[in-house]
């Protein structure tokens, strides 16, 4: 079992900086692959970066150049750090981690997450 917790969601203008943050808890030794998904009102999930192990990282297209994960596995904490945020970035954003088989499949993301946390919201630019 993984446990996550989201937290640095917020307000922001357009064009601004948030970084999200995950603290992972549990079996975390056995979480090859860590990431995030988000989720708008009345859409899919959609994947946006990930970060496995050996740290190599991978990110959606609407995430290349203006998101970077990172992790400390010494701490056992995920980051997402987002800048240049728009709008359509609007969503509730969600840590997650790859730790067993099965597990939910993105698009563009290398791993199938079968833990997350109860998400953190971000409004956005306005």
């Known amino acids: 079992q993984v446990q996550l917790v989201e937290s640095g969601g917020g307000s922001v203008q357009s064009g601004g900086s948030l970084r999200l943050s995950c603290a992972a808890s549990?079996?975390?030794?056995?979480?090859?692959?860590m990431g995030w998904f988000r989720q708008a009102p009345g859409k899919e999930r959609e994947g946006v970066a990930s970060?496995?192990?050996?740290?190599?990282?991978n990110y959606v297209d609407s995430a290349k150049g203006r998101f970077t994960i990172s992790q400390d596995r010494a701490k056992n904490t995920l980051y997402l750090q987002m800048n240049s945020l728009k709008p359509g970035d609007t969503a509730m954003y969600y840590c997650?981690?790859?730790?067993?088989?099965?597990?939910?499949?993105?698009?563009?993301?290398?791993?199938?997450?079968?833990?997350w946390g109860q998400g953190t919201q971000v409004p956005g630019s306005s």
């Open positions: 997650a981690a790859e730790a067993g088989g099965g597990g939910y499949y993105f698009t563009g993301l290398p791993c199938y997450f079968n833990y």
């Open positions: 549990g079996d975390t030794y056995s979480s090859y692959c």
């Open positions: 970060i496995d192990s050996d740290g190599n990282t």
